[in-house]
Nanobody, 122 residues
């Protein structure tokens, strides 16, 4: 069992940056693959980025080159650095965890945070 708590969302202008954090409980954080997903109003939840215990990273095409996922196992925290934000990045961003390899499908993650709102104005 792991509990996740996201922070760092907010209202920014297009081109600005934000860093989201996701703090995880539990002593085996390093064994979990971590993912970031987002959900905009009226849309399905979509994959953003994921990182496994060994540091292998995957990004959605829409954020490749702008977003960076990282993790600090000593702090039980995963980060999402978002640069060059666009209005279409506006969504609630969720952190997710699963044991085993990374996945890009939300249904494969059993553990979720409550989400943090990111709003990008044009």
């Amino acid at each position: 069992q792991v509990q996740l708590d996201e922070s760092g969302g907010g209202l920014v202008q297009a081109g600005d940056s934000l860093r989201l954090s996701c703090a995880a409980s539990g002593r085996t954080f390093s064994a979990y693959a971590m993912g970031w997903f987002r959900q905009a109003p009226g849309k399905e939840r979509e994959f953003v980025a994921a990182i496994n215990w060994g540091g292998s990273i995957y990004y959605a095409d829409s954020v490749q080159g702008r977003f960076t996922i990282s993790r600090d196992n000593a702090k039980n925290t995963v980060y999402l650095q978002m640069n060059g934000l666009k209005p279409e990045d506006t969504a609630v961003y969720y952190c997710a965890a699963r044991q085993g390899p990374t996945a890009t499908t939300s249904s494969r993650y059993p553990y979720w945070g409550q989400g943090t709102q990111v709003t990008v104005s044009s």
